[in-house]
C-alpha cells in the first residue's frame, strides 16, 4: 500500500503557483511569475522545489478519451477472497500493470476496491473485466456500474 506522504509547507506564492499550473501545464515561466507575481527566477526555483518535494508529480497532455477511442467507462466494485497485508500488496501491484485501470482506489464499505476502467466500448470492457480484473490476485466478485455521461472528471 502507498505509505502517506508527508506535507510540505506552501506559502501563498506557492498556491498561486500550482492553481495557474492545474489550469496550463505549458504556460510559460514568464507569464507564470507575471501573474504570481515575482519575477522569472524565484518563480523557476520555486517549481524546481515543488517538483523536487513531490508536491508537482509530473506534467502531462491532458487527452480527448472519445478522440482516442477511449469514451467508455465503467466501475468495477472489487471484493477480495484476502485481505491481508500481503494480498493487498499483491492485487495492488497487479492493478498497475492493467494499463485499463484509469483508477484504483481502496474503499471502507461493503467491497473492498473501486477500479474506474477505461476502453473503447462494451465489448473490450467484457474482456479486460473477464480476462483480466477477474484474474487478478485474490478476487472474489465483481459488480459493474457503466457510466452513461460523464458531468464533471478531474483533470489527470
Known amino acids: 500500500m502507498k505509505e502517506s506522504a508527508q506535507s510540505v509547507e506552501l506559502d501563498d506564492f506557492d498556491r498561486k503557483i500550482l492553481a495557474i499550473l492545474r489550469k496550463d501545464g505549458r504556460i510559460t ?5 507575471r501573474q504570481v507575481g515575482l519575477s522569472k527566477t524565484p518563480c523557476q526555483q520555486r517549481v524546481r522545489r515543488l517538483v523536487e ?7 502531462a497532455a491532458i487527452l480527448d478519451p472519445a ?3 477511449l469514451d467508455h467507462v465503467a466501475f468495477a466494485e472489487v ?8 494480498a493487498l ?9 492493467i494499463a485499463e485501470i484509469e483508477e484504483c482506489h481502496m474503499i471502507a464499505s461493503s467491497f473492498d476496491y473501486l477500479l474506474k476502467v477505461r ?3 462494451m ?7 473477464g480476462e483480466k480484473i477477474s484474474s487478478l490476485p485474490h478476487v472474489a466478485n465483481t459488480s459493474t456500474f457503466v457510466v452513461m455521461e460523464t458531468v464533471r472528471e478531474a483533470a489527470r
Not at 500488496?89 to 500493470?97: C, G, P, S, T
Not at 465489448?123 to 473485466?129: A, F, G, K, N, S
Open 29 to 33: 515561466f514568464t507569464d507564470l511569475a
Open 67 to 69: 478522440k482516442v477511442g
Open 89 to 97: 500488496r499483491e492485487f495492488n501491484a497487479a492493478v498497475r500493470r
Open 119 to 121: 476502453t473503447s466500448d
Open 123 to 129: 465489448r473490450r470492457y467484457r474482456t479486460v473485466l
Open 53 to 59: 518535494n513531490g508536491v508537482i508529480s509530473g506534467f
Open 79 to 86: 471484493r477480495l477472497s484476502d485481505t491481508r497485508e500481503a
